[in-house]
């Protein structure tokens, strides 16, 4: 445990106050849990990005040698573009989004932005390169403000209120009695899923990264608090690199290529129309979720009405 505690003190000190102690030091202990031993290679450059075109080229990955997770993936995002990944639980989505930002490195295959190896670059440009929105989004028990502008530390307080408003929260905190000082996190007000959600998406825009990586909750949410969230990522995602873990319908209708991910296969692939016509695993899961939603919905409006 030492080992763990000695690193994990030092880098509180110098990249944080003490303040903030133990949501940091929860989620390093995520990092960490999800970070084994990937470390630079020698002579390892910083990232160059032009484009980005992300290409994942017949990845496969286990987390354990006896499973494996993905067998042969290749798929690639051109520049600006969103690829969407959608399928069962377990099969092997969010792995992808991990692998993307490194917390592991491909089994064999390769993922390449801009036709670097994500191998041959330092792990640090490559982080600060992508804007990542987690399913569940970990605040700092800190006020509002800080949570967003940790996006980008030097950011004006006009900037923070910018990107709040375009992530669609700045109206929410404007209802909070001490607005944007509001303290969050566990010791503070508990935001729901949605709001975190939110908060992150503020973050990211102010970050600015030329890729990005949503990772969807599975949660359902209300369709109001649905279609902010996608206003929010459309503003967040428009020209940037993204790939979307996606299960929700709204995300994924308009990305430029849905890719149905089963048992570590790509099963099928296209736009949203294109997958509808070919009445397959796509067009089952969402006539699923489709149905889901609306009888969610009816009880929503009884439940109002009661
Ligand atoms: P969901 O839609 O439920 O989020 P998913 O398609 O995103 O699922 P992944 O999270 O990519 O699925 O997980 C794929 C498989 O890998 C699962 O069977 C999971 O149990 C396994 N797995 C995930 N993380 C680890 C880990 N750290 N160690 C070992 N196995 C893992």
């Given at each position: 445990?030492?080992?763990?505690?000695?690193?994990?003190?030092?880098?509180?000190?110098?990249?944080?106050?003490?303040?903030?102690?133990?949501?940091?030091?929860?989620?390093?202990?995520?990092?960490?849990?999800?970070k084994?031993?990937?470390?630079d290679?020698?002579?390892?450059?910083?990232?160059?990005?032009?484009?980005?075109?992300i290409?994942?080229?017949?990845?496969?990955?286990?987390?354990?040698?006896?499973?494996?997770?993905?067998?042969?993936?290749?798929?690639?995002?051109?520049?600006?573009?969103?690829?969407?990944?959608?399928?069962?639980?377990?099969?092997?989505?969010?792995?992808?989004?991990?692998?993307?930002?490194?917390?592991?490195?491909?089994?064999?295959?390769?993922?390449?932005?801009?036709?670097?190896?994500?191998?041959?670059?330092?792990?640090?440009?490559?982080?600060?390169?992508?804007?990542?929105?987690?399913?569940?989004?970990?605040?700092?028990?800190?006020?509002?403000?800080?949570?967003i502008?940790?996006?980008?530390?030097?950011?004006?307080?006009?900037?923070?209120?910018?990107?709040?408003?375009?992530?669609?929260?700045?109206?929410?905190?404007?209802?909070?009695?001490?607005?944007?000082?509001?303290?969050?996190?566990?010791?503070?007000?508990?935001?729901?899923?949605?709001?975190?959600?939110r908060?992150?998406?503020?973050r990211?825009?102010?970050?600015?990264?030329?890729?990005?990586?949503?990772d969807e909750?599975?949660?359902?949410?209300?369709?109001?608090?649905?279609?902010?969230?996608?206003?929010a990522?459309?503003?967040?995602?428009?020209?940037?690199?993204?790939?979307?873990?996606?299960?929700?319908?709204?995300?994924?209708?308009?990305?430029?290529?849905?890719?149905?991910?089963?048992?570590?296969?790509?099963?099928?692939?296209?736009?949203?129309?294109?997958?509808?016509?070919?009445?397959?695993?796509?067009?089952?899961?969402?006539?699923?979720?489709?149905?889901a939603?609306?009888?969610?919905?009816?009880?929503?409006?009884?439940?109002?009405?009661?």
């Amino acid at each position: 445990l030492m080992q763990v505690y000695r690193p994990l003190n030092f880098i509180g000190f110098v990249y944080r106050e003490i303040r903030q102690g133990l949501t940091d030091i929860e989620e390093m202990f995520k990092l960490l849990d999800q970070k084994p031993e990937i470390e630079d290679r020698p002579g390892a450059k910083p990232l160059a990005v032009t484009g980005p075109v992300i290409r994942f080229n017949d990845v496969h990955f286990a987390y354990d040698a006896e499973r494996p997770i993905l067998k042969g993936v290749s798929f690639e995002i051109p520049a600006g573009h969103t690829v969407a990944v959608v399928g069962p639980s377990g099969a092997g989505k969010s792995t992808l989004s991990r692998l993307l930002y490194r917390f592991y490195d491909v089994g064999s295959g390769a993922i390449t932005i801009d036709g670097q190896d994500l191998r041959d670059v330092t792990q640090e440009s490559l982080r600060a390169r992508i804007g990542m929105v987690p399913q569940d989004t970990v605040l700092f028990n800190d006020s509002i403000a800080y949570n967003i502008r940790y996006g980008r530390p030097d950011a004006n307080d006009e900037e923070v209120r910018r990107a709040a408003d375009m992530a669609q929260i700045g109206p929410f905190i404007a209802t909070l009695p001490k607005g944007y000082d509001s303290q969050v996190g566990e010791r503070g007000l508990k935001l729901s899923g949605g709001e975190k959600q939110r908060v992150a998406i503020a973050r990211t825009i102010l970050k600015a990264p030329p890729i990005l990586i949503l990772d969807e909750a599975t949660s359902a949410l209300d369709t109001k608090t649905e279609q902010d969230i996608q206003s929010a990522l459309d503003v967040v995602s428009a020209n940037r690199t993204t790939l979307v873990i996606a299960h929700r319908l709204s995300t994924v209708v308009n990305a430029n290529e849905i890719i149905v991910l089963k048992d570590g296969q790509i099963a099928e692939r296209g736009t949203h129309f294109d997958l509808l016509g070919r009445q397959g695993l796509y067009a089952q899961m969402w006539s699923r979720q489709r149905e889901a939603t609306e009888a969610e919905e009816r009880a929503r409006r009884v439940a109002a009405d009661a």
